[in-house]
């Protein structure tokens, strides 16, 4: 046996094989050639070819039985020839099936003509009624006129379709390596038609051997050579898809790094504007404030002075009569109890202190307020240099100040609460402590002191600043405050 030709079957079944494990590898990775059920079959192909090549050496080789129609060999390798056959028409069958076609037409043109091949085998036997050794290069001529050139064909027309889809699409490196794979599949099936010689036309005139005596080379080097091209085509194929897979994840993966970008700075707009918006509303609600405190001292305070004046002039000009004795001492209490809470509202509304004196001041007087109204006993400590600050970070701070000491005699179930405040270089950092019962920052609920605090919170926000609140049951509550200076911070 010619060493020279057990080589080329060897390689020839090897190229194949390779080209069954590439696609088996790639399967379902590369959309543009297909889906995998499109790809499955080429890769059935090339196992089932490659390894009808490996039994046909051995059979060379002398290591089976005698090449007879029923050595378990030679049916084997008849069976591996018309499977990879039959898988190859599959493959045509699959891209050139419409979208919407059948689904398994690969599956009953392939199995149909198979059943075609095996009743046109036995129909030759009956008719030529061949010795056994001939009836095995008759199934083998057949298999490759009825299966393989018609799959070639089918591979080829499909193939074409994928390239006119790559043009189409402006793919010109796809369509490149298709048009290698046509070739290659054009060359291929052309070879199918140099059978083995058989006792019927054309394969008594046309067949492998008359090949072989005209080029001077045996038609297996060709069927490698077509195999090898078509088989790198693809691989080519395979990749340029990778890489334009890669290409498009790598865009999309831009592209939601973009979109997830403009989500984040649509955010941080929106928090910024919702900061504005916060610092207007408190900047609006301390001026409606300011301006009705503004109206009950200069108007109502006016009317009650007035009132009261004219409750003395009465009691003067009335004297000692019996029916006024009493009204009007009444009259004079209602007046000075009216003044006390009219005073008492235009401080709460907005105090005087803190447009005249500053923060501190400010805080005093509230923390005297509430040792008198609440009961409470609070320290105040002040740490640094007390300075004047924006006015609207004086409001923040003393509102916050104002609710807080309101929760702790409200809440807390204690009389013993700390407010510090420490004017650093570039901030100011407020502290308000106590040691009640405390509560779940984390429980659910809609209790009154919740909307305090988140109100309180919305506020420190609104001029920049950090909230941090601490609590637990049993071990009391505290509030810290940092909000950076904003006329230093300008300056």
């Known amino acids: 046996m010619n060493l020279i030709i057990l080589i080329v079957y060897f390689f020839y079944g090897l190229v194949f094989f390779i080209m069954g494990v590439t696609i088996t590898l790639e399967v379902g990775r590369f959309?543009?050639?297909?889906?995998?059920?499109?790809?499955?079959?080429?890769a059935v192909f090339g196992f089932a070819h490659g390894l009808h090549e490996w039994v046909e050496l051995i059979l060379l080789l002398g290591y089976g039985e005698e090449p007879t129609m029923y050595s378990w060999w030679s049916l084997g390798r008849l069976a591996l020839l018309a499977l990879s056959f039959a898988s190859l028409i599959a493959y045509g069958v699959q891209i050139l099936r419409p979208p919407r076609g059948l689904a398994a037409a690969d599956a009953y043109v392939g199995g149909g003509m198979l059943v075609l091949y095996v009743v046109v085998v036995l129909f030759a036997q009956a008719i030529l009624l061949p010795n056994p050794a001939d009836m095995v290069w008759i199934a083998d001529a057949l298999a490759r006129y009825i299966l393989a050139v018609p799959g070639s064909l089918l591979a080829v027309f499909g193939l074409h379709q994928q390239v006119v889809q790559a043009r189409q699409n402006h793919r010109h490196q796809l369509g490149h390596?298709?048009?290698?794979?046509?070739?290659?599949?054009?060359l291929y099936g052309g070879s199918q038609i140099f059978v083995p010689q058989a006792p019927f036309l054309p394969a008594a005139i046309v067949n492998a051997a008359v090949?072989?005596?005209?080029?001077?080379v045996p038609i297996q080097v060709v069927r490698t050579i077509a195999a090898v091209v078509f088989t790198l085509a693809l691989i080519r194929a395979i990749q340029v898809v990778e890489k334009e897979r890669q290409q498009q994840l790598a865009a999309a993966q831009q592209a939601r790094l973009e979109a997830l970008q403009q989500v984040q700075d649509e955010l941080v707009k929106r928090e910024e504007l919702r900061q504005e918006l916060l610092r207007r509303i408190v900047i609006a609600q301390e001026e409606e404030r300011a301006r009705i405190a503004r109206e009950l001292h200069d108007e109502l305070a006016q009317l009650l002075t007035s009132f009261t004046l004219d409750v003395a002039t009465l009691k003067t000009h009335v004297g000692d009569d019996p029916a006024c004795a009493e009204i009007l001492p009444r009259l004079q209490d209602?007046?000075?109890q009216i003044s006390k809470r009219l005073y008492r509202l235009v401080h709460d509304l907005r105090p005087a202190q803190l447009d005249d004196l500053g923060l501190v001041a400010a805080v005093q007087h509230l923390v005297a307020e509430?040792?008198?109204?609440?009961?409470?006993?609070?320290?105040l400590e002040v740490e640094g240099s007390p300075r004047r600050l924006d006015p609207l970070v004086e409001t923040v701070c003393y509102r916050v100040t104002q609710e807080a000491l309101t929760n702790i005699a409200r809440y807390a179930q204690t009389d013993q609460a700390e407010v510090s405040f420490a004017f650093r270089e570039q901030a100011v950092e407020m502290n308000i402590?106590?040691?009640g019962v405390g509560f779940s920052p984390d429980a659910q609920g809609e209790s009154a002191w919740r909307f305090g605090i988140a109100g309180m919170q919305e506020r420190v926000?609104?001029?920049g600043g950090d909230f941090h609140l601490s609590s637990t049951p049993g071990e009391g509550t505290r509030i810290r405050v940092i909000i950076p200076d904003i006329k230093r911070s300008t300056e």
């Open 211 to 216: 090949f072989s005596r005209l080029v001077g």
């Open 433 to 435: 402590r106590d040691q």
């Open 370 to 379: 509430a040792r008198r109204n609440f009961g409470l006993q609070v320290s």
């Open 31 to 42: 959309p543009a050639l297909g889906e995998a059920r499109v790809l499955r079959p080429l």
């Open 461 to 463: 926000r609104s001029v």
């Open 177 to 186: 390596s298709l048009r290698w794979a046509i070739l290659g599949f054009a």
């Open 334 to 336: 209602h007046g000075r």
